[in-house]
């Protein structure tokens, strides 16, 4: 791939991060659930996040922008609790297209993930309009070869993993052709202080 390409396939979004221990246990989850719902891609437990914003392509002087002006407006902003509930789909309701892990309403994610809206709008980036649910991706297209998704099976699937804290926010960099795919650009902490 030439170095155009290259450039092509980056990508940055903001995301909350999991802790290591909610990665795995979503993980291990996930590899039972493999045997009854046939997607095709599952996602690497190390690529797991919520994402706040998808920036699509970027130079470095508008990453930098919208880094510093979030840093600004998270400074008083402390860590927060988070708790996973269920599993449901996006896409066609008999094939969809992506299987995504739940959580409970949170009005401080909501406010963190409004204060990255809109200081990416306001260092020039062109964003999804569409209403924000937070969930984290856990596997992409199902294989319709294996007929339709029991759905109703997995709405009934009560899992629930412990609450965790976000203690960050962060700017990743999507590398498609790596695995993970996912790499920490740079990072900001809430702390409150």
């Known amino acids: 791939m030439n170095r155009e390409g290259m450039i092509m396939n980056r990508h ?16 291990m989850r996930c590899e039972e659930m493999k045997k009854d719902f ?3 891609r ?7 996040h919520i994402t706040l914003a ?19 407006n998270l400074l008083n902003v402390s860590p927060f609790e988070l708790k996973i509930q269920g599993f449901n789909t996006f896409g066609r309701k008999e094939y969809p297209r992506i299987l995504w892990v739940d959580l409970l309403e949170s009005q401080q994610l909501n406010f963190v993930r409004e204060i990255v809206y809109r200081d990416c709008m306001k260092a020039g980036f062109e964003l999804d309009k569409k209403p924000f649910t937070p969930h984290i991706t856990v596997a992409r297209k199902w294989d319709e070869a294996c007929g339709k998704i029991p759905l109703e099976a997995l709405l009934e699937e009560n899992f629930q993993l412990p609450k965790f804290l976000v203690e ?6 999507s590398k498609i052709e790596e695995t993970p795919k996912y790499h920490k650009k740079a990072v900001i902490r809430l702390d409150g202080q």
């Open 168 to 173: 960050e926010v962060v700017l990743y960099e």
């Open 42 to 48: 599952w996602v690497h437990q190390e690529d797991y």
């Open 12 to 27: 940055f979004f903001i995301a909350a991060p999991l802790p290591s221990d909610i990665k795995a246990a979503l993980k």
């Open 54 to 72: 998808f920036l699509g392509h970027a130079d470095e002087e508008q990453l930098q922008d919208v880094m510093d002006e979030t840093r600004k």
């Open 38 to 40: 046939h997607f095709k």
